[in-house]
Nanobody, 121 residues
Framework: QVQLVESGGGLVQAGGSLRLSCAAS????????MGWFRQGPGKEREFVAD????????YYVDSVKGRFTISRDSAKNTVYLQMNTLKAEDTAVYYC??????????????WGQGTQVTVSS
């Protein structure tokens, strides 16, 4: 089992910044990558970003490219999501997830509880 705990959400004005953190614990050995998803009010959950644990390769949904940065601290088993130039449409519950497969299409194996991000316009 792997436990994921997010932190760093909150209320911020449009144009502002927030940094989310997600600490992984448990059987993290051989974890391939971690990612961030979000679910806005009345919307389906959507992929935001992903980072490979081994080489740090990153992937982003188009709507956050240039504004969000995903990074990791392997020693701390922690992944971060730096969010800049936030917009009202970024308002959502943000979830951290971990996958053990190198195939992104096979999905993620573990999920955190989520942290609320609210951007006021």
């Amino acid at each position: 089992q792997v436990q994921l705990v997010e932190s760093g959400g909150g209320l911020v004005q449009a144009g502002g910044s927030l940094r989310l953190s997600c600490a992984a614990s448990g059987r993290t050995f051989n974890m391939y990558a971690m990612g961030w998803f979000r679910q806005g009010p009345g919307k389906e959950r959507e992929f935001v970003a992903d980072i490979s644990w081994n080489d740090g390769s990153t992937y982003y949904v188009d709507s956050v490219k240039g504004r969000f940065t995903i990074s990791r601290d392997s020693a701390k088993n922690t992944v971060y999501l730096q969010m800049n130039t936030l917009k009202a449409e970024d308002t959502a519950v943000y979830y951290c997830a971990a996958r053990f497969s190198s195939n992104w299409y096979r999905g993620y194996d573990y999920w955190g509880q989520g942290t609320q991000v609210t951007v006021s316009s």
